[in-house]
């Protein structure tokens, strides 16, 4: 089993960063993915950057530029930096970490961007 603890999240104006942390821990072995999804008020869940370890980084196209996700092997830990955030990146994010092809997931973290 792996438990996700997310941290980060909060209020901030239109233009502002925030940066999310989720540590994984328990047995692990062998992560394959590591990623932030975020889900908005009435809309479906959908992925704002993944890294594929090994293979590749990717990020929506609404946050290019903008957002940027890292990863801490030593900790089993990824952040995503998110910068120029606005109004419509509101939503509560999650942290995913795909583990020898399991899919876990953190408990949410809640981003508001509002002046």
């Known amino acids: 089993q792996v438990q996700l603890v997310e941290s980060g999240g909060g209020l901030v104006q239109p233009g502002g960063s925030l940066k999310l942390s989720c540590a994984a821990s328990?047995?692990?072995?062998?992560?394959?993915?590591m990623g932030w999804y975020r889900q908005a008020p009435g809309k479906q869940r959908e992925l704002v950057a993944i890294?594929?370890?090994?293979?590749?980084?990717n990020y929506a196209d609404s946050v290019k530029g903008r957002f940027t996700i890292s990863r801490d092997n030593a900790k089993n830990t990824v952040y995503l930096q998110m910068n120029s955030l606005k109004p419509e990146d509101t939503a509560v994010y999650y942290c995913?970490?795909?583990?020898?092809?399991?899919?876990?997931w953190g408990q949410g973290t809640q981003v508001t961007v509002s002046s």
């Open positions: 995913n970490v795909v583990h020898i092809g399991y899919n876990y």
């Open positions: 328990g047995s692990i072995f062998s992560i394959n993915a």
């Open positions: 890294i594929i370890v090994g293979r590749s980084t």
